[in-house]
């Protein structure tokens, strides 16, 4: 019954932003976790970054720290993702997944093995 919907993907110059939204449904658990991951053609899935909504916690990968901020606006029951300063190599498919009982912690990485739904992905492209 868990259902995760992203958005907010497209074509970006490099240096430009865009801000992908996580819509989740179906879910009640206290501790839950929204995570996004990216995958690239060729690469190994990644953890982006993720959001413990109870206690704001959150994680970001050491390649995107400093340019991306995850969010989550409860009334809405959605995650964002602001990406900021966007490189060629932040092209990829990303997902929004859901992990019950997970604190999202700095400088531990999140692994895709943790959580249990996942959304469709939505392409990020970034070229001139």
């Known amino acids: 019954q868990v259902q995760l919907v992203e958005s907010g993907g497209g074509l970006v110059q490099p240096g430009g932003s865009l801000r992908l939204s996580c819509a989740a449904s179906g879910f009640t658990l206290h501790n839950d976790a929204i995570g996004w991951f990216r995958q690239a053609p060729g690469k190994e899935r990644e953890g982006v970054s993720c959001?413990?909504?109870?206690?704001?916690?959150?994680f970001y990968a050491r390649s995107v720290k400093g340019r991306f901020t995850i969010s989550r606006d409860a009334a809405k029951n959605t995650v964002y993702l602001q990406m900021n300063n966007l490189k060629p190599e932040d092209t990829a498919v990303y997902y929004c997944?859901?992990?019950?009982?997970?604190?999202?912690?700095?400088?531990?990485?999140?692994?895709?093995?943790?959580?249990?739904?996942w959304g469709q992905g939505t392409q990020v492209t970034v070229s001139s």
């Open positions: 997944a859901l992990a019950p009982m997970l604190f999202c912690e700095d400088n531990s990485p999140i692994s895709q093995r943790d959580f249990e739904s």
């Open positions: 959001i413990t909504a109870s206690v704001g916690s959150t």
